[in-house]
């Protein structure tokens, strides 16, 4: 019982729907290998394959647990009956239980609440397609990066379904068609027909898009006639050509975790904290040290953002920062969280500067920037000599 009380009061402690590793620590390893779509990938296929049943057990587990030491429970409190309800000898977050009964359901309660967030977090969403083919008809059902068409044979599609499995009922995954003939046909969505059967109709372009799932993005290529595989699109870009009458043969689509990191406030031990506003998103949580704010692969501008110095760890400086902003250029200097971009405008960001008033300190910074990817760091500092510490301030700007 002793241990079940320590195990609780750390537990306690915990923020049931924060990434710890990537926002409670300044693990530059981990935030740089979930910038690889690779790595996202086989996490999210680890955690569904190997760890979710588990974590789905532990309320189980907990319940056994219990039904096996009703005697140590009732000792317990003979021994330490001052315990419950109070907090001065187990400090927690919450205030102690007044009865056992009490501890053991907040318990199972975090574990359900935790584990709802790491099967949100790291859920492995796949995507489903299936391609009608010149004179084969209508192929099996792809997915998640396979081949579906041809490629070698010299055989057009004539139409694709493309759905999307989860049970999320505002996602849904919309797509469009140019068509022989015909031009751009109407969106279509969750598995209904885009293009035509039974006319002889290639295909010529697609454009796919997700909606209702902020945190995803959908990666797609097609094998073109004359061409081969072109670069991969994202979001809504047209993959294939438009007035060369040639036909896409084959396609590949993806569907990937783009998540920008945050935490719903500001960390009391980082150095530095920011927060951007983004397209279609609003206002993500507080990024710290290092830390990854924005979004890649979505298309998606950053239209604001908020940059915080935290001066019980950094004595006696400041933080001032301008941005240029679309249509309006330099916007003044701002610092210590006060507000630099639009809202509501629909105006990016294109550029960024960040400076400390203190010699003693430097502060290094880098954007990600539409069609060039990572640029390279900026600095800003005052003679820093004998005593140096080291902030990434990294943002997405796309």
């Not at 630099?340 to 405008?345: D, F, I, P, V």
Request: aromatic share 12%.
């Amino acid at each position: 019982m002793q241990h079940l009380a320590i195990i609780n009061q750390i537990i306690k402690v915990g923020n049931t729907d924060v990434d710890y590793i990537l926002n409670y620590k300044p693990s530059t390893w981990y935030t740089t290998l979930f910038q690889y779509n690779q790595f996202v990938t086989l996490v999210n296929k680890t955690y569904n394959n190997e760890i979710k049943s588990k974590f789905h057990n532990i309320v189980n587990k907990i319940n056994t647990q219990k039904s096996l030491m009703p005697k140590s429970i009732q000792m317990n409190f003979v021994r330490w009956n001052y315990l419950l309800g109070n907090t001065f000898e187990n400090p927690t977050t919450t205030p102690n239980g007044s009865t056992y009964e009490s501890e053991v359901n907040y318990l199972k309660s975090w574990v359900n609440n935790r584990v709802a967030y790491m099967d949100q977090r790291y859920s492995d969403s796949s995507v489903q397609y299936k391609a009608h083919i010149q004179d084969y008809g209508w192929d099996n059902f792809k997915k998640d990066g396979q081949t579906a068409g041809t490629v070698g044979k010299l055989k057009r599609i004539e139409a694709i379904r493309i759905t999307l499995p989860t049970e999320n009922e505002n996602a849904h995954i919309t797509y469009q068609t140019h068509v022989q003939d015909i031009g751009w046909q109407n969106w279509v969505k969750d598995g209904e027909m885009a293009g035509t059967e039974g006319l002889c109709k290639r295909v010529e372009g697609i454009r796919i898009k997700i909606e209702g799932m902020p945190n995803y993005s959908v990666m797609y290529r097609v094998h073109v006639q004359n061409i081969g595989w072109q670069d991969w699109k994202y979001n809504g870009e047209m993959a294939g050509t438009e007035g060369l009458c040639l036909r896409i043969e084959a396609i590949e689509i993806m569907v990937l975790r783009t998540d920008y990191l945050g935490n719903s406030t500001q960390s009391q031990t980082a150095k530095i904290n920011y927060s951007s506003h983004i397209q279609n998103i609003g206002w993500s949580g507080w990024g710290q040290d290092n830390e990854v704010i924005g979004t890649q692969h979505m298309s998606y501008r950053l239209e604001g953002i908020k940059i915080n110095l935290n001066n019980k760890v950094v004595p006696n400086t400041n933080i001032t920062y301008q941005v240029h902003v679309q249509d309006y250029g330099w916007q003044s200097w701002k610092e210590n969280g006060e507000f630099a971009g639009t809202e509501g405008q629909c105006k990016r960001l294109e550029a960024i500067r960040i400076k400390l008033d203190n010699p003693k300190y430097i502060v290094k910074y880098r954007t990600y920037i539409q069609n060039q990817g990572w640029r390279t760091l900026g600095f800003r500092w005052r003679n820093g000599r004998n005593r140096r510490t080291m902030f990434k301030t990294r943002s997405n700007s796309n």
